[in-house]
């Protein structure tokens, strides 16, 4: 009788069950949302055995983002993959990268998504209305450039008197 050969997972499931396992790490600056919900995990490969996960970070300056990199290769690795994170940044992340499941996050913890068009003129050098996540007013006002982290500015709603922070197009 010959011996079957041994079932082995083909690498399209490894990669799969290795990029949900980086996929759902949350952000720790913030929480309701997954590096893959921002855009920042940009690809998971399998190669020679090692799960490598690509990570950008939001930008070079990101405080948190050592912090993600050691997450994203913890949850590789309580999934039983040997784990590696690279770093890239080219090219450079932007807020267009954040899904749209992501921007419904961030509203419904109460941070008013970006705009999308994070190359326009207007988002650069223009004043944005940024539409309160609360009660979807747009009779919004900025208080202060920087709100919770460097990523956001602080603004308040006219309408229900609510403070919340936008997540600066970036």
């Known amino acids: 009788m010959v011996a079957a050969a041994p079932l082995t997972t083909p690498p ?34 399998i190669k020679d055995g090692k799960a490598i996960a690509k990570v950008t970070p939001t930008y070079s300056g990101c405080p948190a983002v050592l912090a993600i990199e050691l997450a994203v290769e913890a949850a590789l690795l309580d999934a039983g993959f040997d784990a590696k994170v690279e770093r890239v940044i080219s090219p450079a992340w932007t807020t267009d990268w954040i899904t ?18 994070s190359n326009s003129k207007l988002s650069l050098f223009g004043e944005t209305v940024v539409a309160c996540p609360r009660c979807n007013s747009s009779n919004t006002r900025k208080i202060s450039e920087f709100g919770s ?14 403070p919340f922070d936008y997540f600066k197009c970036i």
């Open 149 to 162: 982290t460097a990523c956001k500015a602080h603004y308040q709603c006219n309408a229900c008197a609510e």
């Open 100 to 117: 749209d499941q992501g921007r419904q996050k961030l509203k419904e913890y109460g941070i008013a998504p970006p705009q999308k068009g």
């Open 12 to 45: 399209t499931l490894d990669r799969a069950r290795a990029w949900a396992a980086a996929a759902g790490v949350p952000d720790p600056e913030i929480p309701c949302v997954t590096v893959a919900d921002l855009g920042i995990l940009r690809d998971v490969e």
